[in-house]
Nanobody, 117 residues
Framework: QVQLVESGGGLVQAGGSLRLSCAAS????????MGWYRQAPGKQRELVAT???????NYADSVKGRFTISRDNVKNTVWLQMNSLKPEDTAVYYC???????????WGQGTQVTVSS
């Protein structure tokens, strides 16, 4: 099975930026849509951004204009550039397939993002 390893999280002040990476142990080329998710304490996991095989993107309203998702089908990597971070962006971030259209792969450990005010 494909393994997903997220990295790049950390502690940042409000208004700062982080770039998250997700490395897949297998090919993502066949996956029509990949996504980044986040889960804040006490809340359900939510899908915040998706990217198609050809690079078309979609974002949750809460991150639109601040986050940018991208993928490299040769490097089997998905990125999430996060700018103008807000305290409410604090969560553990995960990548996976877009589970609304594709069965999920096993979830990775995620990467913690903490935004201080």
């Amino acid at each position: 099975q494909v393994q997903l390893v997220e990295s790049g999280g950390g502690l940042v002040q409000a208004g700062g930026s982080l770039r998250l990476s997700c490395a897949a142990s297998g090919s993502i080329f066949s996956i029509s849509r990949m996504g980044w998710y986040r889960q804040a304490p006490g809340k359900q996991r939510e899908l915040v951004a998706t990217v198609t095989r050809s690079g078309s993107t979609n974002y949750a309203d809460s991150v639109k204009g601040r986050f940018t998702i991208s993928r490299d089908n040769v490097k089997n990597t998905v990125w999430l550039q996060m700018n103008s971070l807000k305290p409410e962006d604090t969560a553990v971030y995960y990548c996976n397939t877009d589970t609304t259209v594709v069965a999920a792969w096993p979830w990775g450990q995620g990467t913690q993002v903490t935004v201080s005010s």
